[in-house]
């Protein structure tokens, strides 16, 4: 009660500016105790917490002859918040890790297995094809607006002189926020932007994304273009990194391509504590040709619809509040890194074996597409920015204490339920400062 007493006086005072002030000595106690508890977390670590799972880790490394991606460490850190998974794929590579058992573990690439059938237990799971014709589907139904999903609201819209930008997103009653975006690159053709968003062992090299840490493909179709791949994701310091396992996929119909990639299961790549296992992902895109924003009639401009959304094990509002703040600083690193794969292909290099196998593409008539998007009537609402928009000015106090519930619970590894009930708790305060 004398916690919220002195909150409320505070909220009394005449001015904003007396509010803002009041507010930030109320906060900066709390910050103080999340950082001393962080760093006092990083330096003092029983030698016992790591017995289990330096057992584990053994008899897995001799059962299991692929290496081992590498594990959470405390010199990885980061300082942006998270921001959309799909534009941040890369892989530094001959990167040794050293995990929390003080064990170098090297993040080189394992050969994949060529399956010319494609018939192999990691390509299907319980008879089924890892990445089918359901999934292109689903994934027509989405660029056409026709999955009968909530209306999209329109969150961003930004460019460049060579590119264009907008997102949207939608709130699921089951699952994780679903985020939709339009990205157009002036004077790039939609083949060029397909090799480069599939092309992995450039982005091992270009250095315009910092996410990706770690990345293997475990297996591949040659006839299909089918891939399976394993991917480790750094995340800010506050939160452990990510693993992903991976099938993906390419149909082409004329110069559109429809890209779909979705986390699988793999029993080839056991679960470990670190880094922790995201399995409900998606992350697919349409590629096509459009019209130059010069005007000049020509199809010279290409355009990227994604689709995306994953469970990342952190509360949907927290990762909402950092996708929203790190969106454009992700998207914007896609447009150099495109300009320079460009000048890379144009100067004769060699095609890598990512770039090759997303040149096998399963082709599919007009009219065939035209028939699964008929086949459902559902149809959704696309929405653009409107006057309910409110001024950032009325959000400080917001922030600075929904940012404290950021750190707090992202630091404290007790499930999701404690993260959410701090969140909850800090989104009350923040109601109140709101309404100043």
Not at 21 to 35: D, I, K, N, S, Y
Not at 276 to 295: F, H, N, P, T
């Amino acid at each position: 009660m004398t916690l919220v007493s002195v909150l409320l006086e505070s909220l009394q005072r005449p001015t904003i500016g007396d509010v803002l002030a009041e507010l930030m000595m109320f906060m900066a106690p709390l910050w103080v105790a999340v950082v001393v508890g962080v760093l006092v977390g990083w330096s003092w670590k029983p030698k016992w917490a790591n017995l289990g799972r330096e057992m584990l880790d053994s008899s897995s490394v001799s059962n299991n002859s692929s290496p081992a991606p590498p594990t959470a460490s405390a010199s990885s850190v980061s300082t942006s918040i998270p921001s959309l998974n799909s534009l941040k794929l890369q892989l530094p590579s001959c990167i040794s890790w050293i995990g929390d058992d003080g064990i170098g573990k090297s993040a080189a690439q394992v050969a994949p297995t060529v399956d010319s059938d494609c018939s192999s237990s990691q390509l299907k799971t319980e008879n089924s094809v890892v990445v089918a014709e359901d999934d292109l589907e689903h994934l027509c139904r989405l660029v056409e607006v026709k999955d009968g999903g909530p209306a999209w609201i329109q969150m961003m819209d930004r460019s460049t002189p060579t590119m264009t930008y907008k997102a949207w997103r939608r709130d699921s009653d089951t699952g994780p926020p679903q985020y939709r975006s339009s990205t157009i690159f002036e004077d790039a053709t939609p083949e060029l932007v397909r090799d480069f968003f599939w092309d992995d062992g450039f982005r091992s090299r270009s250095k315009w994304d910092d996410m990706l840490i770690y990345s293997s493909t475990l297996e591949e179709c040659p006839t299909t273009g089918t891939m399976l791949v394993h991917w480790v994701r750094k995340f800010p310091f506050f939160c452990s990194d990510r693993e992903y396992v991976i099938g993906r996929r390419i149909w082409e119909s004329g110069r559109s391509y429809y890209c779909v990639t979705k986390g699988v299961p793999c029993s080839s790549v056991p679960r470990r504590n670190k880094p922790r296992r995201v399995d409900l992902y998606y992350s697919s895109w349409c590629i096509r040709a459009v019209e130059s924003k010069r005007g000049d009639g020509q199809l010279t401009a290409c355009e990227v619809l994604l689709f995306h959304h994953e469970d990342m094990g952190i509360p949907w509002e927290i990762a909402k509040l950092g996708v929203r703040q790190g969106m454009w600083g992700a998207v914007k690193k896609v447009d150099p890194g495109l300009r320079a794969y460009q000048k890379e292909r144009a100067s004769g290099a060699a095609l890598s074996r990512y770039a090759f196998m997303a040149q096998i593409n399963t082709k599919v008539s007009a009219d065939y597409l035209r028939s699964l998007e008929s086949s459902s009537d559902d149809s959704s609402e696309v929405e653009t920015f409107g006057s309910s928009e409110k001024p950032m000015g009325r959000n400080i106090p917001r922030l600075l204490v929904v940012g404290g519930a950021i750190a707090l619970a992202c630091s404290l590894d007790r499930g999701l339920l404690t993260k959410a009930v701090i969140f909850g708790v800090a989104r009350s305060f923040a109601r109140i400062g709101r309404r100043l």
